[in-house]
């Protein structure tokens, strides 16, 4: 019994001086706070909608444990910043200062930062800074730097164009809600600037749209991991619909991309004499659908680049489609079953021309035709095309002129192109030196 009583009692000696030394505090000048970050590197944000939330740890390593007199912005509540450290919130209507922090030793804290930056009345994007100043008991002061970018931006919420309007501003566009309704009668035209559609966001035509060295894309600017910004990823936003009395649309210097449905011309009364849609040296590129599917319309693609969708970068189902110039490449990253990079399909009746064009992509075959109703016209014609598809030799008035692709090809794929990087999702599709599709596609 008395030698429970003394292992017992030591037992009880060793855990009140392990309390003791957890809780022992100094002030001590050359104890330190560790950082894992010496700067949080934020994205660049729009002004005034605020950024995702970034983190970082405060570790004591230093032997003991260490007490803050006070954890502050040094701009106060000036910048935009937001912190929390450890659960205390730097509210801006006590200075953006917390008292009353410690942190034991061997333990750490954890601490977090938004930001809503105010407008700069500037065209380009404007550095701030702060820093969250960590006063320590003993006097020594440390801190750690937040940096962000700030860019001033027009917000538009469920816009409707009721009359012909030209929209053409150097500040970024930040399109909210359903996005923009273009009445039937009615003309939009976006000339020289740059929309960033928020999620479900996008542009429905019932009038006419007409671009000009646009840019359309999704609203995050920030990264999903290290290596991956959000503009690489598919169906950030909704897209651009043309309703059935939508017509003359025309499409110039325009890319389009991280949509779910890039651009998408519902069924309307084929009008042979007018196309319903030109689109001339633009790119669609990473849909999480369609890049462009046209059902019973007049299109014109010219020098256009379509790519990477993981349904079809190009879908004609009947009507007239005159493809010239243009690369078709499926390389969709994120789907086995991704579509073809062109699908025809005579519908109420087809006809189709594609001229000087590249179609190819990872499957062995990517060009697809299908007949849905015998009895009506089914028309196409390839000239001068490169096609990743089984040839067709008996065949010389559809096909003249035909590079035929197949996976035996020493040069054929994505080994075209200047740079295909599924690992990063970084495409140039620009022609490689060593390409044997040189004269032909979009470049």
């Not at 953006?96 to 977090?112: C, H, K, M, N, P």
């Not at 970018?149 to 917000?155: E, G, K, L, Q, Y």
Request: contains cysteine.
């Amino acid at each position: 019994m008395k030698r429970i009583l003394c292992i017992l009692t030591l037992l009880v000696v060793v855990f009140m001086a392990a309390c003791s030394d957890d809780d022992s505090f100094s002030a001590n000048r050359s104890n330190l706070l560790t950082f894992s970050v010496d700067t949080v590197k934020m994205d660049t944000v729009f002004s005034e909608v605020g950024s995702r939330t970034y983190t970082f740890w405060v570790f004591n390593h230093s032997g003991e444990g260490i007490r803050l007199s006070s954890v502050r912005l040094r701009n106060g509540n000036q910048t935009g910043f937001r912190v929390n450290v450890d659960g205390s919130y730097l509210d801006n209507t006590t200075g953006a200062v917390a008292t009353g922090l410690e942190v034991r030793q061997g333990d750490s804290i954890r601490v977090f930062v938004e930001l809503t930056a105010p407008e700069n009345m500037k065209q380009e994007p404007q550095m701030l800074e702060d820093d969250i100043v960590f006063a320590l008991e003993s006097g020594v002061e440390q801190r750690v730097c937040l940096r962000a970018w700030s860019w001033d931006a027009v917000p538009v919420t469920d816009l409707i164009i009721t009359a012909d309007t030209l929209i053409e501003t150097a500040k970024p566009i930040l399109v909210y809600g359903e996005g923009i309704v273009v009445d039937s009668g009615a003309v939009l035209t976006l000339r020289n600037t740059t929309l960033y559609f928020h999620d479900k966001a996008g542009i429905n035509v019932n009038g006419s749209l007409r671009t000009e060295n646009v840019l359309m894309r999704g609203d995050r600017l920030d990264h999903m991991f290290d290596y991956l910004p959000y503009d690489r990823v598919s169906g950030q936003w909704r897209g651009i619909s043309f309703g059935r009395s939508s017509t003359r649309n025309i499409m110039e210097d325009t890319e389009i991309r991280n949509a779910l449905s890039a651009v998408v011309l519902d069924s309307a009364a084929l009008d042979t004499t007018v196309q319903r849609l030109t689109m001339t040296r633009c790119i669609i590129h990473n849909a999480k659908g369609y890049g462009v599917l046209s059902t019973n319309s007049y299109i014109g693609l010219y020098y256009c680049q379509l790519t990477n969708t993981w349904n079809d970068c190009l879908a004609v189902y009947g009507g007239v489609a005159d493809i010239d110039y243009c690369t078709l490449a499926q390389f969709y990253p994120f789907a086995a079953d991704r579509g073809a990079a062109l699908r025809f399909v005579n519908g109420n009746g087809l006809v189709l021309l594609c001229t000087n064009t590249i179609v190819t992509g990872y499957d062995t075959d990517v060009v697809m035709g299908e007949v849905s109703d015998t009895t009506n016209v089914y028309a196409y014609h390839f000239n001068n095309c490169l096609l990743r598809t089984p040839a067709v030799e008996d065949d010389t008035v559809s096909f003249k002129q035909i590079q035929w692709e197949t996976p035996k090809d020493s040069i054929q794929g994505k080994a075209h192109f200047v740079k295909i990087d599924e690992a990063n999702l970084d495409y140039d599709f620009h022609l490689d030196s060593l390409s044997t599709a040189h004269g032909k596609g979009c470049y």
